[in-house]
């Protein structure tokens, strides 16, 4: 068996790629993704006042469905298996948490045309996206 | 602080730093380049420099030059930043570190900047840059009978913008409406003004720059919220207006608080049904799903009048922005007539004939105006039509402290302070103080006290060609006489008496206006209250009821209703040498006269009626300053609105319209926009019999006379000029009432700024002054303080 990867080495790259690809087309046209990069450990979990179970390691995305409008405004929340893609998807209103989110959390993906001022603050990331897609 | 380089710093050589610079400038994309600041430390550092940043320390790793990136230049500190290091003697890049705050945060480490973004400066308007943000009410020394309280709200989970939007709204209560400070209840975050998104101080606030002036009276919490209304609960009377103003996040079960609480509808109507009774209600609310608070609000107020209005409906969330919330931005910027940064509003929204907005009118603007695309404005009123005659400012507007209180043909000015009151008269080029009493002097049994003691109307009460002056307190009613060189109280009557049926009681009575009703040559003083009208005539050292009836009552057709009935002005419409009341509510208008032991209507007419040209809409409509504008012994009526202005004058049972004009029509070289234009006092300022009326924008002022189916503006001058010594300025001068301060036919109008006071006299096409003195003049022993000094 292939050593496992630890967090650090963790490539988030690919799991990216499933966040982008279970985007609907609303998100594609306003949306903003954030991904929390770190892998969780399976058992019980929660998000945002959500809370579940899973049975296998997992990272966390959160899609912002009309960034920049105040709280309490549509969002979900994606559980993703890094390996196999399998994601499971949580409907929410509200933010990981009010405030900045934790330095893990990273903007990976927004809509053309939407501003720096709508996006979540991120606390000791001085860069908060690395990765901005247009939208077709 | 951070360990200093050392007391002889080693500079770094021109060329070295042109190399670093280059290269710093070459890393940055276009759009870096378009919103970050570099700047370069003139000293290299030694291996070994620490800076302290606030929670971190950085320690230098080896001999270098700093090149510091700031990300978010127009951001308060903390936010990203880049401290790169580069080679002192060869320019080449060492490494870099991010951080969240700069080397020089305590000015220890000096920076040149060598690159700057380009920002976006708002455009302001150099004589209004702080309209919004520098006190310009005039004192308040006597609305001590009609307070004005707010509840200002962000949670503990708001973003700065939501803060920002609490601080315009702070600013344009106590700056441009004169609400007390102290009447403000600040419930912000934590008990400071701070918000999630900001790490530390606010910094200034992104209106104008300038430091927050509001005052937080504690954190954002349900329990705090309740303290507050329990507070009012004690202090609201029925003359009272509170404002309840939410900024923050919204669910769909309630008004957040925190992250994992809310305050629901329902909870919020039960604390709106705990308070007492009291004159108006308005409540606007940001936060999203707003709109649910509409039915509670409106169905558990205990106010007479209701107004609520939200930027979203109950199934929606509302837009924010990177400053400020568009809907709250756009309905502060109603009130304000300015933006938060200080310009003119390129269309400011319709305002009554003395420049206030009503709470529909605001809401409407509001609505237009939002630029918040999901948004969806709700309002609402209770009873319908009551917003149009909701004002954040005091209404109806102070009575006047103006008349002949001696006979001798001119009129004196009463005017009070919080020392005490005095009787003003011109005297040539100055005043003279005719008497001065302080606070805690009895005049007969009047105790005098200007803290809760309103003074006016002045009218000649007993028909002696005097004129007397009406005071009220909590206490009671009084008539003051100026007599002997003193003032003297020929009646004053405690709350509980009864003047004939009607029961005086000063917390909920409105008193006005007074005119000669019966036409014995004695005014009368109109009175009402939350159970009908009365007309109270002065007799011996009580007074009597001529008149008094309930609500519900009917005079003619009209239906009396005094909590959406505005009255006045008095004047004498049908020329029968009695006064009549100009009436208007959600319906129509009407003109009252006194008949009997009740009133008569001869006139009424619904909206929608046609006065001539004129389209009638109380709504939007205003009706004042009334008087003789043709000279044929009756007076008129001037009505204005979004569209126009016009002139009715009563015809039978109806009224007719001998001139309206529209907006953009040249009155002589006076441009007609009512949306920027603020009307005066009517009088005959030239006297030839005929009334005329001021009229001030912020360009200037002009006198309008009625000239057949138009008007004509004999005068007009722009803000710069001088009549005589005073110099015009709309932005800081108050026109206070029009009389014959010299005698004669001709009125002037007495004028107040923060430089003092004055008289101006029309002459010719322009105005003189024959009267100005600045504050400090002693009048007699009144010490003249515009600061403090209610005329």
Redesign the interface.
């Known amino acids: 068996m292939p050593p496992t990867k630890s967090q650090e080495q963790q490539d988030f790259g690919s799991v990216l790629a499933f966040v982008l690809a279970e985007l609907t087309d609303s998100e594609r046209a306003m949306s903003v993704v954030y991904l929390d990069e770190r892998i969780r450990p399976s058992g019980p979990g929660s998000i945002a006042g959500h809370e579940f179970k899973r049975d296998i390691p997992y990272v966390i995305a959160f899609i912002d469905q009309r960034p920049g409008a105040n709280w309490m405004h549509p969002c979900r929340y994606l559980l993703i298996e890094p390996v196999s893609g399998r994601i499971t998807t949580i409907v929410s209103d509200h933010p990981p948490l009010f405030g900045s989110l934790p330095p893990t959390w990273r903007a990976v993906w927004r809509s053309l045309g939407i501003d720096d001022w709508r996006l979540l603050p991120i606390s000791g990331s001085p860069l908060q996206e690395e990765q901005t897609e247009e939208n077709s | 602080m951070n360990t200093p380089i050392h007391s002889h710093p080693h500079p770094i050589g021109p060329d070295v730093a042109a190399i670093i610079k280059r290269h710093a400038l070459a890393t940055l994309s276009q759009q870096q380049a378009g919103t970050m600041r570099l700047s370069i430390s003139p000293h290299v550092l030694p291996a070994g420099h620490t800076f302290n940043l606030v929670d971190t320390k950085m320690t230098v790793r080896q001999q270098a030059a700093l090149v510091f990136v700031d ?1 978010m230049p127009q951001a308060n500190w903390g ?4 401290y790169r290091f580069y080679d002192p003697t060869t320019g080449e890049s060492l490494y870099q570190e ?1 951080a ?1 705050f700069p080397p020089n945060l305590g000015g220890e480490t000096s920076l040149e900047v060598f690159h700057e973004p380009i920002f976006h400066v708002p455009v302001t308007h150099s004589a209004l840059a702080d309209y919004v943000s520098r006190p310009r009410i005039l004192p308040t020394a006597s609305q001590v009978l009609e307070q004005r309280y707010a509840i200002l709200w962000t949670s503990q ?1 708001s973003n700065l913008r939501h803060v920002e939007d609490l601080e315009f709204l702070w600013r344009a209560l106590v700056n441009v409406y004169g609400f007390s400070p102290s009447n403000i209840y600040v419930l912000c975050y934590n008990g400071t003004i701070g918000a ?2 900001v ?1 530390g101080a606010v910094g200034n606030w992104a209106g104008n720059n300038t430091p927050y002036q509001m005052q937080v009276h504690s954190s954002a919490t349900t329990a705090n919220l309740q303290t507050v209304f329990n507070t009012l609960a004690a202090k609201l009377k029925p003359k009272d207006l509170l404002l309840i103003h939410t900024n ?5 079960t309630g008004l ?1 608080v925190d ?2 609480s809310v305050i629901t509808p329902t909870q919020f109507g039960t604390m709106l049904s705990g308070l007492p009774a009291y004159r108006s209600l308005v409540v606007t609310m ?4 707003s709109g649910a608070f509409q039915g509670p609000v409106l169905a558990k107020s205990t106010a007479t009048n209701t107004v609520f209005a939200s930027a979203v409906s109950a199934d929606k ?6 400053h400020f ?1 568009p809907w709250a931005l756009a309905w502060i910027e109603a009130i304000a007539g300015t933006t938060a940064a200080g310009a003119a509003l390129s269309s400011p929204p319709p305002h009554n004939l003395d420049g206030m907005v009503s709470m529909k009118a605001s809401c409407d603007w509001a609505k237009a105006n939002d630029t918040g695309s ?1 948004d969806n404005p709700q309002y609402g009123d209770k009873p319908p039509g009551c917003g149009s005659s909701i004002f954040l400012g005091i209404t109806p507007s102070l009575p006047t402290q103006v008349g002949d209180v001696n006979r001798d043909g001119c009129a004196e000015i009463v005017v009070t302070s919080p020392w005490g009151i005095g009787i003003l008269e011109q005297v040539g080029n100055t005043m003279a103080g005719l008497t001065l009493s302080p606070n805690g002097t009895r005049f007969g049994g009047w105790l005098l006290n200007t803290a809760d003691n309103e003074v006016g109307p002045l009218a000649d009460f007993d028909g002696d060609g005097e004129a007397e002056i009406f005071i009220s307190s909590p206490w009671g009613i009084g008539i003051l006489k100026f007599s002997g060189g003193a003032l003297t109280c020929p009646m004053l009557q405690p709350n509980g008496t009864r003047f004939g049926g009607w029961l005086l009681n000063t917390a909920d009575n409105t008193f006005g206006p007074a005119s000669d009703y019966d036409g014995d040559g004695k005014a009368e003083i109109l009175v009402t209250s939350p159970w009908g009208i009365g007309i109270l005539k002065l007799s011996g050292s009580t007074m009597s009821c001529l008149m008094l009836q309930p609500n519900g009552t009917r005079f003619g057709g009209w239906l009396l209703e005094t909590n959406i009935n505005t009255l006045g002005p008095a004047a004498d419409y049908n020329g029968d040498g009695k006064a009549e009341i100009l009436i208007s509510s959600p319906w129509g208008i009407g003109i009252l006269e006194l008949s009997g032991a009740t009133m008569a209507c001869p006139m009424l007419q619904p909206n929608g009626t046609r006065f001539g040209g004129w389209l009638l809409d109380t709504s939007n409509n205003n009706l004042g300053r009334a008087g003789d504008y043709n000279g044929d012994g009756k007076a008129e009526i001037l009505i204005s609105s979004p569209w126009g202005i016009g002139i009715l004058e009563l015809s039978g049972a109806t009224m007719a319209c001998p001139m309206l004009q529209p907006n953009g029509t040249r009155f002589g070289g006076w441009l007609l926009e009512t949306s920027q234009n603020i009307f005066g006092p009517a009088a005959d300022y030239d006297g030839d019999g005929k009334v005329e009326v001021l009229i001030s924008s912020a360009w200037g002022i002009g006198i309008l006379k009625l000239a057949g189916g138009t008007m004509s503006a004999p005068m007009m001058q722009p803000n710069g000029t001088r009549f005589g010594g005073w110099l015009l300025n709309t932005a800081d001068n108050h026109l206070g009432t029009a009389a014959s301060y010299e005698g004669g036919p001709v009125n002037e109008v007495l004028i107040t700024s923060p430089w003092g006071i004055g008289i101006l006299r029309q002459s010719g096409n322009t105005m003189i002054a024959p009267m100005m003195q600045p504050n400090g003049t002693r009048f007699g022993g009144w010490l003249l303080n515009t600061a403090d000094n209610q005329f």
């Open positions: 990300h936010h990203a930043c880049t991010d969240i989970i999630v998104d790490s923050n996040h919204g669910s769909t957040c992250n994992s940001e936060q999203c799903f969330s509302s837009d924010g922005a990177a919330d999901d």
